[in-house]
C-alpha cells in the first residue's frame, strides 16, 4: 500500500496540501474536509481528524498533508509505513476533534459496506 501512496503523492500539485482519502472509507461526510481545509496552518506538517472512543483519543482519516511532508514521504524507501513515518512527525501532527466515528471505518469486505451504507440511508 505505501508504494501506491507515494504514486498518488508523486502526481501532487507540488505547492499545495495534499488530501489522502482511503478508498476503503467511503461515508466520511463533507464537513469533516471543510473542518480540516479551514484549520491548515503554516506551523504543521499533518492534519487528521480525531475522535473520542471509550474515552480514548483515535486518530482517523481522510489526512492532509503540507508539501513538505508529502515531499518525505515521496522520498522513503518502499517498505516504508506511513503510520509510523507520521508518528515520527507528532510534533508537527494536528489534530481536529470531531464527533464522528466514521473517520474510523475500514470497509474491507462488501458486507461491512452494506452494513455501514444502510446506517448512512
Do not use: C, W
Not at 507540488?14 to 467511503?26: N, V, Y
Amino acid at each position: 500500500m505505501f508504494t501506491s501512496i507515494k504514486k498518488g503523492l508523486s502526481h501532487a500539485t507540488r505547492d499545495l496540501p495534499t488530501l489522502l482519502h482511503m478508498i476503503d472509507q467511503p461515508f466520511v461526510p463533507e464537513e469533516i474536509y471543510g473542518k480540516l481545509i479551514e484549520n491548515l496552518d503554516i506551523e504543521h506538517q499533518i492534519f487528521q481528524p480525531s475522535t473520542i472512543v471509550d474515552d480514548l483519543p483515535r486518530a482517523g482519516h481522510p489526512i492532509i498533508f503540507n508539501p513538505q511532508f508529502r515531499d518525505f514521504v515521496i522520498s522513503q524507501p518502499d517498505d516504508s509505513n506511513l503510520r509510523e513515518l507520521i508518528r515520527q512527525h507528532t510534533s508537527k501532527r494536528k489534530f481536529l476533534e470531531v464527533e464522528d466515528n466514521r473517520i474510523l471505518q475500514n470497509l474491507n469486505t462488501i458486507e461491512d459496506f452494506e452494513k455501514y451504507k444502510e446506517i448512512e440511508n
